[in-house]
Each structure stands twice: as C-alpha cells, then as structure tokens.
C-alpha cells in the first residue's frame, strides 16, 4: 500500500528540455523536415487519388456510350377495335410521353438525379431494301424528348403527317400494306437515290412488301444533340450494322405519322424504348456503389419479358460499367497504398536511424544527468515531450501543406511516422541513461557469459524469423487474394483490415531481403579482413578492420538496402506501366493509324490504299473489312465476336513489322486448295470455349450461310475478346466477297500520309491513343505516384547514408587520427576511411536494385497494373536496368562524397585533444 502511495507522476525538468533542444536543433529540425515532407506525401496522395476516382468514374461512362444507358421497354396498349379490327390511335405520341414520366418518376430521387433526361425511342423492324443490288436494310424511328425531339431543317418536301386526316380508323388485320410517311436525311436520301414523294422498297423477313412513303428530306440543327447518338441512321447510312458487307438508313417518323407506323406492322413488332443516359459531371467515385445498387435493384423488380402488358421492363450495364470503374479504382488505391507503404517503411528506418545518431550525441549529458540523480522517467518524460512537439508540428505542418495542394487531406497515414518520431528517441535516450547508471558487471564464469551471448543472439534470431515469416506470408497472401476488396463484404472504397498484409508485402519482403544481407556482410568483410592480414598493404588492413569492426551495426544497412530495394521497385512499377501503355495503344490501334472508312465510300478504300501506300516514309498498308458484333453460331449458341476479313499474307508481315505478337497460324488461312468443312479462320474467345476444330456458320440475309472451322488461335485485334479472322479470298470463293472499310498503316511517315488522305474516315492514331491512355487520371496519378516515390525511396537511403556517416565519424576520426601518431599520411586516413564506409554502400548498391527487382517479379503480378494499361493480360516487368544502376551509382557517389567531406571537418581537430578522449 505504501509503495503505491509513494508513486509519483514524472516531473521534467523544463530547463534541460529547452537547452537539449537549443543543442540539438540541428537534428532535430532534420527530423521535422523528414516527417513534414513525408507527411505531405501520405496526406495529399489519398485527397489526389479520391479525386482521380472521381474523374475515373466520369471518363469511363462517357468511354461506355450507350452502353451505360438505363433502358426501359413497355408493351402498348392493345389497339384491337369493335368489329375485330386494328384501331389507328392517334394519340400514340402522348402515350409515348406518359411513359418517358412513369419510367422517371420510377427511377428514384437518387437515380433521376445522376441522369440526363429521357429521350424516348420507338423502333420499327429492320426492313430489307429490295432495290439495288447492295444489301441495304431501313428501320423506321421515331425520337421524342422533353422538347419533342431533336430539330431539323427540312430542306426538301415537309414533315411526315398522316396518311388520312380522320382521327380515329379501324383496318383489318390481314388487308393491303398500311401506308406510312417518313423523313430521310440528306446522306440517307443519296445513298438510296430517292427524294420527296417517292418510295422506299421493303419488305419485312417474312416477305411482306411496307408501303414507305418519302414526305421530305432534313437536315439536323444540331448533328451532336444526344437524340442522334441513339439513331446514328437517321443522319448517315451505318455499315455492318445488320450483318457483313450491309448497310443501315433509317427513316424518321414524326408525332402525326407514328400512329400509321404501329398499323404499318403487327401489334407488337413497334417497340418503344426509353433511354436515360448518365450524366457525367454528377457521378462521383463515392456515389457510384448506391447508383450500380439501384440499378441492380431496377432490373430485379423489372416486369417479365414474356408478359403482353404495359409493365416497365428495365436494362442496363450501367451497374456493369461501375463496377468496372470501381474495380480499377479499387486497383489503383491498392497499387497506391503498396508504394506509400514502401515509403513509410523507409522513412520509420531513417527516424530510428536519426534518433540513434541524436543519442550517441546525447549520451554524455544524459549519463551525466543520471549519475546527478536524475529519474529514468523524468529523463523518459522530458525526451517524450520534446519528440512528440517536434512530430506532431512537423506533421501538422505537412498535413497543411497537403491540404493546400489536394483538399481532405488524410492524416491516416501520417500515424507511423509521427509515432516513429516521437517514441524512437525517447526510447534510445531512456535505455543509453539506464545503461550509464547500471550497476551489472560482467560474470566471470565463462558459462555465463556464453549464456548472455547466446540469449541475444537468440532474441536476434527470433525477430528475423518473424520479419521473414511475415514477408512469405505477406507475398502468399498477395498471391492468393490480390489486391482487390473483397466483394462479399461489400465495397465501401476503403482499404479493410484483410488488405494490411498484403499491402505490406512489397515492403517486409525489402526488410526480410536486407536482414539477410545483414547476416551475410560481416561474414564476407571477416573473410575480406583475411585476406588483408596476408597481404603486404597496411591500409588495406586497416580499411577492412574498421569496416568489420562497424559492421555489426544494424540500422545503416537495413536503411540503404531497404531504401535502394524500394526505391528500384517503384522505378520497375513505372516502366512496367509506361511499357504497357504503349503495347495497350498498339493492340488498340493495331498499327501506328488506323482509318475507319465512312460507309457511303467504302468502294474508294482500295484506291486510298494504294495512295497511301505510296506515300514516303510508309513501311506497310493493309486494307481489311472489319465488322463487330458479326452473327456466327456454333452448334448450340449465338456468338458475337469482331470479324476480320483480311488477306492473311499481308496481315501478318504487318505484325511481324509491329511489336504485336506474331500469328504464325495465319498461313493457315491461305492453305490452297478447297477445303470441304469449310472456310479455315482463327478464333480468339474470352471464355476459351472455342478450340481448334469447332465450326462456325456465318449467317447471311441474301445467301446460305458460310460454313468456318477453327484451324489456329487469333491474334488480338483492337483489343476485342472474341476475334475471328478469315482470308479474304478464301471467303470470297465462298461466295461473299469482303468491302474494305479499315486500313492499318505503318511507317514513320504515317501521321502525315493519313491526314492527306481525301476520303471521309476516322483517323486513329497510335500516338493520340497513347497520349490520352497517359492522361487518364488514374493512370496519370499512378505513374506520378511511382516515379515520386522512387525519388522518395533514393533520398531517403542518401540521408540514411549521410546519418550513418555521421554516427561513426567521431570514432572514425578518432581511431585513424591515434594512426597518425604512427606514420599515417592524412591522404592514407582518408582511403582508410573509405575502406570503412564503401563496403557497406557497395553491398546495398549492388543487392538493392537486385531485391527490388527480385520483389517486382513476385508481386507485380497481383498488383492488377493491367487495368491501368488497358491491356488484356497482366503486363510483362520491365526491368529498367540503366535507372537501377543508377540508383546504385548515386549511393556510391554519395558515400565517396562523404569521406573528403568529413576529412575537411576533421582538419583542425587537435592531436592532443583526440587522444585524451574516452580516457
């Protein structure tokens, strides 16, 4: 009882606690500026990602298109009349404007207001044109909005009206074709050759003639009016919209001709569909979880598809594309998260470094003032307010900093920095104070001391178990969960608990790497020491004494090795990234241009070709047609995939001149001969199901269909995941000849010999699509974060280095000055020096690039770096072996630096001075 009332709380004494600091302000303020720079780089890195997820999260809706589009579908009315007829409901316009108000009033306030406005669309059958020779197909579409619909300027003719001015009419179901008026635009009107007043020829897939009539021909107001984007036709002919080699127009119904479009077709081939396109500037990375939710939850209470009434019936990959962008999102912060960890490590090293440098100066005083009577905890207590003041300023500092560069700054990962800068030297400062005023000698009894000796070494062994236990279980971990949130859970876009290890991976597998070449130098610097006792050189003797000697200090090296293997990480992080964005560009593009020749002079791409072609600096030019969403079936289901007609020959010396991979199996496609299964081709599938020797059939709407058989693998084309490639003549002697509309050029005199090209078509660039690959904001982000980390990385091992230095100058010079005394030249003191330090240095310069690469190739896998890059699989490592040689170099350098450095300081000391000290 008497010994708990005795107990006091610790009472610093004020005094020592200002002259320490005035002593020490040097040291000091190098810490604070450590922890204020790193901090500024914890704190604003998350504020910066959250506002690229934002950006992210917009850049990939508009990337989406329609794709991102809610859809809802409604069946009409049933318009059977008295007398079993088909009644013309004239106000069928307004019907489709109190659906657009039901479906929005549907949505929700959450939804409606992440939303454009709706833009109905209702869509007649596809129709075949029985006119021409070319297989052309039309579709009758009808638009309306919140101020009616998109606006025009009929330039020829007027608007579509009625077919007969009664109101209200009933036909009978099996009489002559209904009457319709339609309006065409001015490319669709010349594509078909036709103008006010005249006739579209259709019929429909049964074979049953339509009665289109022609009221006038327009022109858009506004071509860019977000109506359009749902009808391309309506203002140009879309080829390979229907099929291969065929061509969609589209032919605009007004408010008074709609109704005599439904009589026109059966009850329920007019389809009505409403759109609702997101609006990107009110998405927000935060928001999208609860939107993709919602949507789910739409598509869950959607009526049936199979009932005849007029339920909502909801689609959209809306939630598929934001669950896209999160997941790469999600990456990028995770990818973040490693490279901050790495720095933080490092950083935690380089303040343990600095407070073991602040106490061996300390020591003196802090022996001196135990010896006087001074409290262990008011010695701790005095130390722990002065290192929490400077942590804690030195961080709000930081984090004001951060604040100022990226808003809601976060101050979470500032926590192991200011805790390593406010416990480390208190810590070291209480145990070198407890260790001057202990009274334990040492025991004579051998056996004791063994004890003693073998008690730490196996304290020391216990804890680099732990380190490298930890590490494998780290990089297991990674290897088996990655690095994404896990779903189950749910995605709230924080790092959870079951991340931390993985996280860490990268950086406890730098610790492990460096504890092991802890253990390795002093073996190799006793056997350097060795063999300098036998030779006849004393300086050499003296340089590997001194470095064996000082080797068995841990905290340098663990700094330079860790930093330099960190840093050499961060460098292959970011190559690797830059290296996949160019390869990403030219799977996209497929060469250094594509042209996408406009549909209405898909006839004039062979002659564009060869002008092209002949243009200078061209290497080589391949014309191909190319058709996405092509109809093959295989024995039991519909498959999609992007078909490339193309001459096999050409194609593949254009990939063997591109760093594409090489097709070797196209030579399979020109094999001569005809071939009785079918048309060879190369198949390329997402799912793998397809294999060699499946066989295809290419649907056609004016011939049989084309028998394919799978003879190879394709390459990939445009990034696609279901490619299929056949030999243009070989699907021409199958009786469907191909109509270029793509051209891949080569050449460095590319750029220029497509922009004199005078045939309307859309010019890809592979430097334009690099480019903006490089802007978007989380693949920019990523790579700034890489590049500044490894900058970090280096100038944290250069400052561990020039501490280290520091720590062992006074001895260092103290022991090479005593040599003096013996005949050493001050030149010969200085190589002496240098003995000591470059072993280390050299060893960390040589094995750090090598675990930083050794570290990448463990890791660099599950780090999901492909959703960056854009690229199919998991991008090839890079090992940027100039810039890891580099690094090394720098440290080499800098620890040369320090030995002339050190010899100017120690120039004046005094000879008498340095050998009365530690006397």
Same mark, same amino acid.
């Given at each position: ?5 005795t107990?006091r709380?610790?009472?610093? #004494? ?6 320490? *600091?005035?002593?020490?302000a ?18 604003a ?34 318009? @059977? ?20 108000a039901?479906?929005t ?14 833009? @109905?669309?209702v ?17 009758? $579409? ?23 001015? !009664?109101?209200?009419? !009933? ?10 008026? =339609?309006g ?8 078909? &050759? ?11 897939? %049964?074979g ?29 002919p879309?080829?390979g ?19 005599d ?13 409403? %759109?609702?396109?997101?609006a ?12 993709a ?10 009526g049936s ?41 490092a ?38 307010i002065?290192?929490?003041? =400077? ?12 604040? $100022? $560069? ?34 334990? %000698? ?5 056996a ?30 990674? %290897? &088996? ?5 896990d ?9 959870t608990?079951?991340?931390?290890l ?10 492990a ?10 073996? +190799? ?31 340098p ?29 030219? #799977? ?30 061209i ?25 490339v007609i193309v ?31 079918g048309?060879p ?6 799912t793998?199901?397809? #294999?060699?020797g ?8 004016? *011939? ?14 445009g990034g ?26 080569? +050449? ?12 309307? /078509? ?6 334009d ?21 490894? /900058? ?9 280095l ?43 310069a040589?094995? +750090? ?10 890791t660099?896998g599950?780090? !999901? ?8 699989a ?18 080499v ?8 450095v ?18």
């Open positions: 009882m008497n010994r708990w009332l107990r709380w610790p009472a610093p #004494h004020w005094p020592s606690v200002r002259g320490r *600091g005035r002593t020490d040097g040291a000091l303020l190098l810490t604070a500026c450590v922890i204020a720079v790193v901090a500024l780089l914890a704190g890195v998350p504020a910066l990602l959250r506002a690229a997820a934002d950006d992210a999260v917009q850049d990939t809706v508009r990337r989406a298109g329609n794709e991102s589009h809610v859809l809802v579908h409604a069946d009409w009315e049933r318009d @059977a009349g008295p007398t079993g007829g088909r009644l013309r409901i004239s106000r069928l316009a307004d019907d489709v404007d109190d659906f657009r039901r479906a009033y549907t949505l929700g306030p959450d939804l409606d207001a992440a939303l454009l406005p709706s833009i @109905a669309v869509n007649s059958p596809i129709l075949r044109i029985t006119d021409g020779n070319l297989p052309r197909t039309v579709q009758l $579409t009808y638009l309306a909005d919140d101020l009616g619909g998109p606006d025009v300027t009929w330039i020829a003719g007027s608007a579509p009206g009625p077919t007969i001015p !009664e109101r209200s009419i !009933e036909i009978p179901y099996h009489g002559p074709p209904w009457p319709v008026q =339609v065409l635009s001015e490319a669709d009107a010349a594509a078909l &050759q036709v103008g006010p007043g005249d006739r579209i020829p259709a019929e429909d897939d %049964h049953r003639d339509k009665d289109i009539r022609i009221s006038g021909i327009y022109r858009p107001a506004d071509s860019a009016d977000p109506a359009w984007r749902l009808a391309p036709a309506l203002l140009r879309v080829p919209a229907d099929g291969p080699g065929t061509t969609r127009v589209a032919a605009l119904l007004s408010r008074e001709s709609l109704p479009a439904r009589l026109a077709f059966d009850q329920d081939q007019l389809r009505r569909t409403v %759109h609702f396109a997101p990107p500037d009110a998405l927000t990375w935060g928001a999208t979880a609860t939107l939710s919602q949507v789910v939850k739409l598509k869950a209470s959607s598809s199979a009932a005849r009434d007029g339920s909502l019936k909801w689609e959209s990959q809306l939630d598929t594309v934001l669950r896209d962008a999160r997941t790469q999102i999600s990456a990028a912060f995770t990818q973040a998260a490693v490279l901050l960890a790495a720095v933080l490590t950083t935690v090293l380089v303040l343990l470094l600095a407070a073991d440098l602040l106490v061996r100066r300390r020591t003196p005083a802090l022996s001196a003032a135990r010896q006087r009577g001074a409290a262990l905890p008011d010695l701790g207590a005095e130390l722990i002065e290192s929490t003041v =400077v942590s804690l300023s030195a961080a709000a500092v930081g984090l004001a900093l951060a604040h $100022t $560069t990226a808003p809601g700054a976060s101050w979470t990962w500032t926590i192991p920095v200011v805790l390593a800068g406010a416990v480390a030297g208190p810590t070291f400062g209480t145990l070198a104070a407890a260790r001057a005023s202990r009274d334990r %000698h040492q025991p004579a009894n051998p004791a001391r063994r004890w003693i000796l073998t008690t730490g070494r196996l304290r020391r062994a216990a804890v680099e178990a732990a380190v490298l236990i930890a590490a494998v279980a780290a990089v297991g971990t990674l %290897h &088996q969960r990655g690095l994404l949130p779903a189950s859970h749910g995605d709230t876009g924080e790092l608990g079951d991340l931390v993985p996280i860490s991976a990268v950086a406890l597998g730098a610790l790497g460096a504890l092991v070449v802890l253990r390795l130098l002093p073996v +190799g610097l006793r056997i350097a020491l060795r063999q300098a006792l036998r030779s006849r050189r004393p300086l050499a003797v003296f340089g590997a004494a001194r470095a064996a000697t000082t080797a068995a200090r841990a905290l090296l663990l700094v330079l090795v860790s930093a330099t293997a960190l840093a050499s990480f961060a460098l292959v992080v970011g190559a690797t990234i830059t290296r996949g964005l160019d390869d990403g560009a030219w #799977h996209t593009t497929g060469a250094d241009a594509r042209l996408d020749i406009s549909s209405d002079v898909q006839d004039a791409t062979p002659a564009l070709a060869e002008r092209i072609a002949a243009a200078p600096g290497e080589q030019v391949v014309a191909a047609q190319v058709t996405d969403s092509a109809p093959l079936f295989t024995e039991s289901t519909l498959f999609t995939p992007r078909l001459d096999a020959a050409a194609f593949g010396r254009l990939l063997a001149t591109t760093p594409l991979p090489d097709a070797p199996a196209l030579s399979q496609l020109t094999a001569p001969g005809p071939d009785p299964a048309v081709a190369l198949v390329r599938s997402s793998g199901d397809l #294999h060699t499946t066989r295809l059939q290419l649907s056609r709407d004016n *011939g049989p269909t084309i028998r394919l058989t799978a003879v190879g693998t394709a390459p990939p084309v696609a995941g279901d490619v299929v490639i056949v030999d243009a003549a070989a699907l021409a002697e199958a009786g469907l000849p191909a109509v270029p509309n793509t051209i891949w050029v080569t +050449g460095p005199g590319t750029a220029q010999a497509v922009s004199d090209s005078d045939v309307p /078509a859309d010019i890809v660039l592979r430097t699509v690099l480019q903006a690959q490089r802007v978007a904001p989380l693949t920019a982000g990523t790579l700034r974060l890489a590049w500044t980390t490894a /900058a970090v990385l280096l100038a944290l091992g250069l400052l561990g020039t501490l280290a230095a520091a720590a062992g100058a006074q001895e260092r010079w103290q022991t090479l000055t005593r040599l003096r005394t013996l005949g050493l030249r001050p030149r010969d003191a200085r190589w002496v020096a240098a003995g000591e330090l470059l072993p280390p240095v050299v060893v960390a040589v094995c +750090g690039p090598l675990l930083g690469a050794l570290l990448a190739q463990l660099l599950p780090l !999901e770096l492909q959703l960056l890059t854009g690229q199919a998991d991008p090839a490592t890079v090992l940027p072996w100039w810039l890891l040689c580099l690094t090394g170099v720098a440290l350098a800098a620890a040369t630096a320090v030995v002339p050190e010899a100017a300081l120690r120039r004046h000391d005094r000879l008498s001075e340095v050998l009365r000290a530690g006397e």
